[in-house]
């Protein structure tokens, strides 16, 4: 059968066999987890923050390679980030690194990660405004 | 184990001639998901067609000459039903949008008036979310509670499990005729037995057994069987929940309105008999007219050579694909089973098989498949799923097996 190997490149099978930054942060300033109940898909994200500056990030999770791939690349692009840059990624960022094209059936695996992103970090800029 | 398949239509079946009445097959896809929804031949969509074209009124009301057409051609599909799980009156045949619907019908109307406090409830872990939920919630309404009968190694119900259950005296066993990730044809007939020997009420699921081994629901003298349409060559949002008469009767409405009335008077309402009691508002009346088209065309093909076609799929699929390394199957082995096989691929996760496979214009089912707590027990967050029936070829299976070999060397 002739299958565009093309969807699944390289590099998204290097980050779903070899995923950056995985694991777990001790004692995270803030940790979220989102499951995709269709299809099992589990992101979650630890986060070190200083002064605003996404210092360190980690992700765990299982699923498929797009769910995972996804994160890996996320975790490598927040790295260094403020919360307000972080902020600003959008669902078209993450489809455009990935850089396929995504079915609709599939953009929940893709767009996983940003929900961790979302969630979880808009959650803490809110905190920490509460805080002051 | 026995199944309700006639012997004298078990002839050899005609792939490529039943393949012409699917004309959704010609684009050439390998439509392995017909355990998530079947296709339609063309007599069925004609059927649906014909109703509009020719006789489009509302049943039961109009006194003139479409009404009376359409409500003779929507009776008559219940008289069809009727045959097709013997049941031993017509007004046993209730019409629902569903198995779905069906079982919530006696969850609803046959639970809120009989199970009470401390009440319990014997299902599976192998059932589909639709025969779990509506237990868990009638449970949880009444202070009833709700036990699981596990499944063995080989994806087979615990039989111990289920006796011992039994001496608790349940108010009522659901469960699947034949399982729709598992694949096994469960025991129904000695299931209903025992349960009944126990005092319980018994549902049969009948979502994945009716389109294969189709029932005899006296013989199996259980007292609900539910259904869908769609999964055995019908239209969508339609089904059949059959209950015993004097169950039914006893019953109070599902849902209230038009159509199930007899007399309604603003201080009371009297209900209407079987089986419009239970069929209130206007009904999906072509689909139930395309459902009645699928019966004729299943019983004319004959569920013996389905399911013996089926069989031969199944062993088929369970050569070629356990010769793939790192691929397990889950549940029985192919003569204890209908025709579908779930199972996972190390290293792939299900949904980038099926993705993978859709390149290759072959269609299956991937993700917890309406299972969690069968998942659970399997200790996988998903399967993939292919399934067969009465158009598939060996062919497809071929293809199934290359896609995933192909997937195995993309993620070497």
Known sequence: MAVDDQFYREFILDHYKSPRNFGRLEGPDVSHEEYNPLCGDLVGMDFRIDDGVIADVRFHGRGCAISQASASLMTERLKGLSLEEARQISKDDVLEELGIQISPARLKCALLSLKVLKVGAYGLADDEEEDR | MSTSISSSTAGALDVEAVRRDFEFLASGVAYLDSANTSQRPRQVIEAMEAYYRECNANIHRGAYRASELATERYEGARDKLRRFVNAASRREIIYTRGTTEGINLVAYSWGRQNVREGDLIVTTVAEHHSNIVPW?????????????????????????????????????????????????????????????????????????????????????????????SHKMCGPTGVGVLYGRRELLEAMPPFQSGGDMIRTVRLSGTEYAPLPEKFEAGTQAIAEVIGMGAAVDYLQEIGLGAIHAHEQELTEYAFEALTEIQGLRIFGPGPSRRAGLVAFDLAGVHPHDLATILDRGDVAIRAGHNCAMPLMERLGVPAVARASFYLYTRREEIDRLVAGLQEAKRIFA
């Open chain 2, 136 to 228: 868990q919630i009638l449970a949880q309404e009444r202070g009833a509670r709700v036990e699981y009968v596990d499944i063995d190694d080989r994806g087979e119900l615990r039989r111990d499990q289920f006796d011992a259950l039994m001496e608790r005296r349940p108010k009522l066993v659901a469960f699947a005729q034949v399982s729709s990730n598992l694949g096994t044809i469960n025991p129904y007939h000695e299931l209903t037995a025992a349960a009944h020997a126990a005092g319980a009420i018994v549902l049969i699921d009948g979502a994945q057994g009716a389109p294969h081994l189709g029932i005899d629901v006296q013989e199996t003298g259980c007292d609900f069987y539910a259904f869908s």
